[in-house]
């Protein structure tokens, strides 16, 4: 069973109407669908499932091939991200320099597990291989702010930051 947190759907019309028209514009061209999903993405932030049977329906595409491509491709989200992205490196160098508890420690602080986001929308957490900082291991950014040679004593000062 799921347990993933989730925040509720909240498109607008107006979002709709714009995606509508994106796919208007492309529709009749081969390989359509990855510049419509980015669009989509563009327009929501993420692939929510209302967004995915949307351009299915409007495309007559199955859902399964939407579904497939927008799983792929790792430029494609099916959750909503936080105004913060907060994102701890796992790679070699960090992982055994403590990056593990470091995220263990964030999704305790933050409340949620990886790939959620918090019910206010203010961060969303996860997981990456590297970030090619290993010289300052361990490694969490949250957006593009870098920050390096962490502990878990150092988290709650960082989230506090963009509280």
Known sequence: MDTKKTIPFSGTKEQEEQLKAAIDERKAEKGALMPILQKAQEIYGYLPIEVQTLISDYMEIPMEKIYGVA???????????????VSVC?????Y????????????TLLGIKGGECTPDGKFSLDACRCVGACGLAPVVMVNDDVH???T???VERIIAQYQ
């Open 71 to 85: 799983t792929f491709y790792s430029q494609f989200n099916l959750s909503p991200k936080g105004k913060y992205r």
């Open 148 to 150: 390096g040679k962490l």
């Open 96 to 107: 055994v320099k403590g990056s593990g508890d470091i995220y263990e420690k964030l999704q």
């Open 152 to 154: 878990v004593d150092d």
């Open 90 to 94: 796992l790679g070699t160098a960090c």
